[in-house]
């Protein structure tokens, strides 16, 4: 087995890609890059690929030469090593279907769209298919809006009734944190009333809050929450208004009263599996039967645009339970159902558990590309649609699996606009909380700019005005 990938280029031009095509081939191996100074002063591309220490590839392009193309040169010798073929082809990003979607508002027929992602990024057909598929929803969705004087807002609440073995993001124990909630909450309404007055010649597109488990807060908290984003924020009626209750075990009526009351307009209640053993494993402390309960008492209240969140290839389980998974979730009947693919990540209990157990992949990776397949065509056969979609990054030495995608599917009209424009950078979308990430988008320059908060809840209590001054540099 190859224990260590080296790559070799010319100053380092393109070896991101080079890295990221490698571990997509050999997914559970180290992989690393290196530049090779005499090389500099050759008129075309030259680089080399060692397996443990042997050279088994190495290639000239010379003068011109594009990114695709030396792309193409060593995807095709990695295909012919490995046996193996990669469904997206040379395609590495997170955004597939951003091509597709840029193509079109280009003026760009299907066909040769079609065409560039089979024959130029070298995708399958059903991968092909699935992008423009979702560009081709995108477009109808967003395509007539005026981007450039838009924003939407993400509004994060870093805080969860216990951690899930998977998560890797920012959030903090309720419990342990409960003291300092009134004080986040207070920082943050700093900075959403700063935000306001930044964006007041803008049109508020879409609020999106989420975390974190926002409903983790209690209901008094939560009821203050809604009332600093009505009070300071912009909220048209036709606004799209998302909260992201996630959590069964932290919904309450009391909770959703409140969202009905502050005009939120789509709820998701994530169940991720409809089996009990796996939502043990993973640390989510509450029963199948809350799933149900939760959203039969949203349904009651009048909320008419739920979304389900999944996951493929959680612990022990097999094709056959995420197939019961997909059929208990259908027969509730929600509006959207998103499918994530699990991806064990540094800073994640269940990657520690690994790393303790010898750091071996696990048998479930080997399920992954077969619910994926499941869960499309169980969606599209029930009239759910894909709208968007993204793919997480490779990480060494924990999967097997390189085809690291999440999709959305919506019944239509029940699609969530702040998920494009969050995904394709449409619009500005200006993150508030701890470990926001806000994206500025400069429509007439055709870039845009990250500004980061701390992830820390005591440093976003304690440097609020830090956080203020960053967003202050950007005018929109």
């Known amino acids: 087995m190859t224990r260590m990938i080296r790559i070799t280029s010319k100053d380092n031009e393109f070896s991101y890609d080079l890295k990221a095509l490698a571990m997509a081939f050999y997914p559970a191996q180290e992989c690393v890059t290196k530049e090779e100074a005499s090389w500099l002063d050759k008129q075309g591309y030259t680089m080399c690929l060692e397996m443990d220490g042997e050279l088994v590839y190495e290639d000239f392009l010379p003068m011109p030469y594009t990114k695709n193309q030396v792309k193409q040169r060593f995807y095709r010798f990695l295909s012919k090593y490995s046996g193996k073929s990669l469904p997206w082809g040379i395609l590495t990003g997170i955004r597939p279907a951003k091509i597709a979607l840029r193509m079109l508002m280009a003026g760009e027929k299907k066909v040769d769209i079609l065409d560039k992602l089979k024959n130029e990024y070298l995708c399958c057909e059903e991968k092909a298919d699935l992008a423009m598929a979702v560009a081709e929803k995108e477009y109808a969705l967003t395509g007539a809006m005026d981007h450039e004087n838009s924003v939407s807002i993400y509004i994060g ?67 203050r929450l809604l009332q600093m984003v009505e009070r300071h924020l912009p909220m048209r009626e036709d606004l799209e208004y998302t909260v992201e209750a996630g959590r069964p075990d932290s919904i309450t009526r009391g909770k959703l009263v409140s969202m009905k009351n502050h005009h939120v307009t789509r709820i998701s209640i994530n169940p991720q599996t409809m089996k009990q053993r796996t939502l043990d494993l993973l640390g989510r402390r509450h029963t199948v039967e809350e799933i149900h309960t939760v959203y039969d008492m949203a349904r009651e209240l009048g ?110 009209g029940k699609e ?23 994206k500025y988008v400069f429509h007439g320059e055709d870039r845009m700019e990250r500004v980061e908060n701390v992830k820390s809840v005591d440093d976003y209590i304690n440097r609020i005005e830090d956080m203020l001054n960053r967003k202050l540099k950007f005018s929109l």
């Open 157 to 223: 609440i870093p805080f969860c009734p216990s951690i899930c073995a998977y998560c890797s993001f920012s959030s903090y124990p309720y419990k342990q944190y409960e003291k300092k909630v009134d004080e986040y909450l207070e920082a943050l309404e700093k900075e959403i009333t700063f935000v306001a007055e930044q964006i007041r010649h803008k049109t508020v597109q879409s609020v999106y809050i989420g975390g974190g488990t926002p409903t983790s807060l209690n209901e008094e908290q939560f009821e």
């Open 303 to 412: 909320f008419d645009n739920i979304n389900m969140d999944l996951i493929v290839g959680l612990p022990e389980e097999t094709p056959e339970d995420f197939q019961r998974t997909l059929a208990e979730v259908h027969a509730m009947g929600p509006d959207s159902i998103t499918v994530h693919t699990l991806v064990i990540k540094r800073a994640s209990r269940m990657r520690r558990e690994q790393l303790e157990q010898g750091g071996e992949v696990r048998e479930e990776d080997d399920y992954i590309p077969q619910m994926q397949d499941l869960s499309e065509q169980f969606c599209r056969e029930h009239g759910y649609e894909p709208y968007y979609m993204y793919r997480q990054k490779n990480k060494a030495v924990t999967t097997r699996n390189t085809n690291q995608e999440n999709v959305a599917y919506a019944k239509p």
């Open 416 to 438: 969530c606009l702040y998920n494009i424009f969050m995904m394709e950078e449409l619009q500005s979308i200006l993150a508030l909380g701890s470990g926001g990430s806000s």
